[in-house]
C-alpha cells in the first residue's frame, strides 16, 4: 500500500518512515501543489499532513481543501500543536482522524485499522470532548432546524441528546433503553440524515438553535 505523506519536517519524516509497516510505501510531498497533482493521479487510498507550527493555521485550511477535493482518500492529520479548534475543524469536515506526529508503531497500526473501518481516530473520549465543548450553553428546546424531519420521534431524541453532549450510556438511561438500541438508532440516523459520524452530527444540529 502507496501512503501520500505531505511532510516538509525531515526529523518527522524519518519518524514515519521508521514506524510504518514493511508492506506500506510512503510517498513524500512538500507542497499543497504537489500534493493535490499526486492524489489527482489516482494511486493513492491514504493520505498524511504534517502541520508544523509555521503557518499552521493555514495548514489546517489545506487539509480542509484536500478533503473536499479527494472525499474517498482516507486523510489523517498529525498536528505538531495542541489546538481543540483546529482538531474540531478539521474533523467535522470529515478528516478521518488526526495524531501526534511522533505517533509509536503500535499505535500507527491501530490507527490504520481503525481509519480504513471508516471511523474517526482521534479517540473517542477526545471526540466527545469536542461534542461537549461545542454545546456549551445548548439546550434541545432550542433547536428550531428543519434537517431532523425524516426521522422518528425516538431517533430524534436520540440525535438532539448527542447534540447536547450526552454519551450513549446516558442516552439509554433517559430513554430507559439498552446502549445496543442507541447504537442502533445512530446507525439509522447517519444513514438517513448522510452524516459520517457523531461528530457530524452533533455539529450540524448546533448550527441550526436559536440563539
Known amino acids: 500500500m502507496k501512503i501520500l505523506c505531505w511532510n516538509t519536517n525531515e526529523s518527522v519524516w524519518?519518524?514515519?518512515?521508521q514506524i510504518l509497516a514493511s508492506d506500506i510505501q510512503p510517498i513524500r510531498t512538500n507542497s499543497f501543489e504537489e500534493t493535490e497533482s499526486r492524489l489527482n493521479n489516482g494511486e493513492f487510498g491514504y493520505c498524511f499532513v504534517y502541520l508544523g507550527d509555521?503557518?499552521?493555521a493555514r495548514m489546517v485550511e489545506d487539509t480542509v481543501i484536500?478533503?473536499?477535493?479527494?472525499?474517498?482518500?482516507?486523510?489523517?492529520?498529525?498536528?505538531?500543536?495542541?489546538?481543540?479548534?483546529?482538531?474540531?475543524?478539521?474533523?467535522?469536515?470529515?478528516?478521518?482522524?488526526?495524531?501526534?506526529?511522533?505517533?509509536?508503531k503500535e499505535q500507527m497500526q491501530l490507527v490504520l485499522s481503525v481509519v480504513e473501518a471508516g471511523e474517526i481516530w482521534g479517540g473517542k473520549d477526545f471526540i466527545q470532548q469536542l461534542i461537549e465543548q461545542?454545546?456549551?450553553g445548548y439546550q434541545s428546546s432550542s433547536y428550531a432546524g428543519d434537517s431532523l424531519e425524516s426521522?422518528?420521534?425516538?431517533?430524534?431524541?436520540?440525535?438532539?441528546?448527542?447534540?447536547?453532549?450526552?454519551?450513549?450510556?446516558?442516552?439509554?438511561?433517559?430513554?430507559?433503553?439498552?446502549?445496543?438500541t442507541?447504537?442502533?438508532h445512530l446507525t439509522a440516523i447517519f444513514k438517513k440524515l448522510e452524516v459520517r459520524d457523531r461528530l457530524s452530527l452533533a455539529l450540524m444540529i448546533q448550527k441550526e438553535v436559536v440563539e
Not at 524519518?14 to 518512515?17: E, I, P, T
Not at 500543536?81 to 470529515?94: C, F, K, T, V, Y
Request: with cysteine; hydrophobic share 40%.
Open 151 to 180: 426521522l422518528s420521534d425516538r431517533e430524534r431524541s436520540v440525535a438532539l441528546f448527542v447534540a447536547q453532549g450526552f454519551s450513549n450510556k446516558r442516552i439509554a438511561t433517559e430513554l430507559d433503553v439498552t446502549e445496543r
Open 14 to 17: 524519518d519518524h514515519w518512515q
Open 182 to 184: 442507541i447504537k442502533a
Open 134 to 136: 461545542n454545546a456549551k
Open 66 to 104: 484536500l478533503r473536499e477535493r479527494f472525499p474517498s482518500i482516507k486523510l489523517v492529520a498529525f498536528p505538531n500543536r495542541r489546538s481543540q479548534s483546529a482538531a474540531l475543524r478539521m474533523l467535522s469536515m470529515g478528516v478521518n482522524g488526526q495524531c501526534a506526529p511522533y505517533i509509536g
Open 54 to 56: 509555521t503557518e499552521f
